[in-house]
């Protein structure tokens, strides 16, 4: 049997076989390009992005890729306190 290559979650950094997995391209910011003119005065400034590849398993990848689960755990503990407070008042 071939061995599957496995690689690690970005989201949730888990190491998991690539046939549970999906590879994304996320850019992200390198940096800024300062423009000026002959005068030595500002003019304009210019971001660069990048493209880098990812694996995401499927489970982070479902989820939409930004939000993980500690964050959606957080929402939900949020909005029962908000409630629970709310109820109180
Ligand atoms: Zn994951």
């Keep these: 049997m071939a061995k599957i290559a496995r690689s690690t979650c970005t989201e949730c950094h888990r190491i998991l076989p690539r046939t549970q997995m999906r590879q994304v391209e996320k850019s992200y910011h390198s940096g800024n390009s300062w423009g000026f003119n002959k005068k030595g005065q500002f003019t304009s400034v210019r971001a660069y992005t990048r493209k880098r590849k ?26 029962i306190l908000g409630v629970a407070l709310l109820g109180h008042l």
């Design 54 to 79: 990812h694996w995401v398993c499927d489970d982070c990848y479902n989820s939409g890729g930004g939000l993980s689960w500690g964050g959606v755990l957080f929402v939900i503990v949020a909005m």
